[in-house]
Nanobody, 119 residues
Framework: QVQLVESGGGLVQAGGSLRLACAASGSIKAINAMGWYRQAPGKQRELVATITSGTSPNYADSVKGRFTISRDNAKNTVYLQMNSLKPEDTAVYYC?????????????WGQGTQVTVSS
């Protein structure tokens, strides 16, 4: 069993910053990747940023230069530092865990955290 605990969402004015965190725990043998996705009302879920051990982080073009993803391997936690936020960043942000347990690669989603950017 795997748990993902997300935190850090909220309401912020345009130009402001927020930091999201997602802590993974449970039956995880190895973490292949962790990342953040978002879903705005009426839109499909989209990739924001992902991070994999040994490779450079991957960002959506819309957040490059404003968002930074990082990971604390000791804590199985991924962070998303969001700066220069825009109203179009408003969405529910979901943490994603790509992990291996008992030799099987699996995928798990957090419950989501709301980010609202006011103009």
């Amino acid at each position: 069993q795997v748990q993902l605990v997300e935190s850090g969402g909220g309401l912020v004015q345009a130009g402001g910053s927020l930091r999201l965190a997602c802590a993974a725990s449970g039956s995880i043998k190895a973490i292949n990747a962790m990342g953040w996705y978002r879903q705005a009302p009426g839109k499909q879920r989209e990739l924001v940023a992902t991070i994999t051990s040994g490779t450079s982080p991957n960002y959506a073009d819309s957040v490059k230069g404003r968002f930074t993803i990082s990971r604390d391997n000791a804590k199985n936690t991924v962070y998303l530092q969001m700066n220069s936020l825009k109203p179009e960043d408003t969405a529910v942000y979901y943490c994603n865990l790509d992990y291996t347990t008992y030799g099987i690669r699996r995928d798990y989603w957090g419950q989501g955290t709301q980010v609202t950017v006011s103009s």
